[in-house]
């Protein structure tokens, strides 16, 4: 079992800018409505970009050539109920850059033990 920390970490740019993006605008308190175009914006030119530079040069990148093996399927259901746990028990419903934090973690997780299955 190989974790695919370049695939994972590629794949999870555009949640780290996100959260980095989140904390500067809560901390300066900036309008959610702007925060929200800030996000838009983020992961519409992070896709624009690795879709028509980073694909092209780099396949094995892509997420159409990886697939969830077990322990990426276990990660992500503990990481649903964990989630759900979050937002219903601890109420952290407001609290979205713990929200985001999660969602990064998780979804690292996942991605960096998702097995490579070849570029087609």
Do not use: C
């Not at 030119?45 to 050539?65: D, F, I, M, Q, S």
């Amino acid at each position: 079992m190989t974790f695919n920390w370049k695939y994972a970490l590629f794949n999870n740019v555009p949640l780290i800018i996100t959260l980095i993006i989140d904390i500067f605008m809560v901390a300066l308190k900036v309008d959610p409505i702007w925060l929200m175009l800030a996000f838009i914006l983020t992961w519409i030119a992070w896709y624009a970009y690795a879709g028509r530079k980073v694909y092209l040069y780099h396949p094995e990148l892509n997420y159409h050539h990886y697939r969830r093996g077990f322990t990426s399927i276990l990660i992500a259901t503990v990481a649903t109920i964990g989630l759900f746990f979050l937002l219903v028990e601890l109420q952290l419903i407001g609290n979205i850059p713990i929200f985001i934090t999660w969602l990064t973690i998780s979804n690292f997780l996942v991605d960096g033990f998702s097995k490579f299955k070849g570029v087609q």
